[in-house]
């Protein structure tokens, strides 16, 4: 059981917006501790999606986009794309147990 | 341009010890801020951090798994060792390496899948 909690699947139409939650606690996410997305395709390795709660790395498209409030963060993606299902993941530090790096259960986008 | 290569054996036996290097490129562990951290994925499962090594040796562990893991560091031959004792079947699972900056895993090796069977 993950420590960050996300929703095991979405899925949206080409051209719709979804949204991925992700919720943790006061020893995590609402503690003021940033959030990392990775987007995992098929068979590949996980890629960085969002640093810092809602900053994109080079070469990833605006339509991904992220944002975080108390406990919780969310990323979002406007104008679903067939390339865009893959598995996703949230990220961020726990002060517990003298402090440590957590993932959530991830989720997975199934564009219809 | 940066690049990490996870390396070690594919199968191990129960009880033994896991030893898996991160050969990596186009940065340097001595630069502040930077560390490489390990992140292992079972088949068809999350992802779950295992251990980071920062460019000052600070190195932190998976609560749940810190009394089985080591990390260290050779800058001059760029390479991050792990080790992981008592494996176990449950240990099954593709094995990442990833510069991290701070907190940001932010450039990942392709993953080295290791099994552990009799």
């Known amino acids: 059981q993950s420590v960050l909690t996300q929703p095991p699947s979405v899925s949206g139409a080409p051209g719709q917006r979804v949204t991925i939650s992700c919720t943790g606690s006061s020893s995590n996410i609402g503690a003021g501790y940033d959030v990392h997305w990775y987007q995992q395709l098929p068979g590949t390795a996980p890629k960085l999606l969002i640093y810092?709660?809602?900053n994109r790395p080079s070469g990833v498209p605006d339509r991904f986009s992220g944002s975080k409030s108390g406990t919780s963060a969310s990323l979002a993606i406007t104008g679903l794309q067939a390339e865009d299902e893959a598995d996703y993941y949230c990220q961020s530090y726990d002060s517990s147990l003298s402090g440590h790096w957590v993932f959530g259960g991830g989720t997975k986008l199934t564009v219809l | 341009q940066i690049t990490l290569k996870e390396s070690g054996p594919t199968l191990v036996k129960p009880t033994q010890t896991l030893t898996l290097t991160c050969t990596f490129s186009?940065?340097?562990?001595?630069?502040?801020?930077?560390?490489v951290g390990w992140i292992r994925q079972p088949p068809g499962k999350a992802l779950e951090w295992l251990a980071l090594i920062y460019w000052d040796d600070d190195k932190r562990y998976s609560p749940s798994l810190k009394s089985r893991l080591t990390i260290t560091k050779d800058t001059s031959k760029n390479q991050v060792v792990l080790t992981m004792t008592n494996m176990d079947p449950v240990d099954t699972a593709t094995y990442y390496c990833?510069?991290?900056?701070?907190?940001?895993?932010?450039?990942w090796g392709q993953g080295t899948m290791v099994t552990v069977s009799s």
């Open positions: 810092g709660n809602s």
């Open positions: 186009g940065f340097s562990l001595s630069t502040s801020g930077v560390g």
């Open positions: 990833a510069h991290a900056y701070y907190a940001i895993f932010d450039i």
